[in-house]
């Protein structure tokens, strides 16, 4: 399996873009998305609806796990459908395929543990980062001994 794709952001940060120019021509058309979230669906909102209170506590919640995570308008399909497969997996009878699809909704967004490293976040380390500390503190340049 492939490295994940680094964002164009964070590439510039490195000065990738400094090193390669044509790097950078190749991302000059991507679109970029800055909007937020906004607010839940109306159908979660909606006080005829029985589900929506359990909907809106699932919003809720996923709102309070991805603070760290950058989660944009771009996101807002995903975030749905991750809130209403909660429900759905809290349920009696939630099928197998719910939870899996559930885990994959999650990892997308940075919210399962393997999933989190990958994502770039608000104030979160990358990868290079972390590495970057795991050879200081192998060298000992650190007060931290890794054995």
């Known amino acids: 399996m492939g490295r994940t794709r680094k964002t164009s952001a964070e590439l510039d940060r490195k000065g ?19 909007g937020p979230l906004g607010p839940p669906p109306s159908s979660f909102t909606n006080p005829n609806s029985p589900t929506s209170r359990e909907h809106l506590e699932a919003w809720n ?10 989660i944009t308008s771009a996101d807002r399909g995903h975030f749905e459908m991750t809130a209403r497969l909660r429900v759905r997996c809290r349920r009696p009878g939630a099928s197998t395929g719910d939870f899996a699809q559930l885990n994959k909704y ?20 990358t990868t290079e980062e972390e590495e970057d500390e795991w050879q200081q503190a192998a060298d000992g340049s650190t007060g931290i001994r890794v054995q």
């Open 16 to 34: 990738a873009f400094d090193k390669n120019p044509q790097r950078a021509r190749e991302r000059a058309l991507e679109p970029v998305v800055t």
């Open 106 to 125: 999650q990892s997308q967004l940075g919210l399962n543990p393997a999933s989190r490293s990958l994502v770039n976040g608000n104030g979160v380390k």
């Open 61 to 70: 919640e996923l709102l309070e796990e991805t603070k760290e995570v950058l």
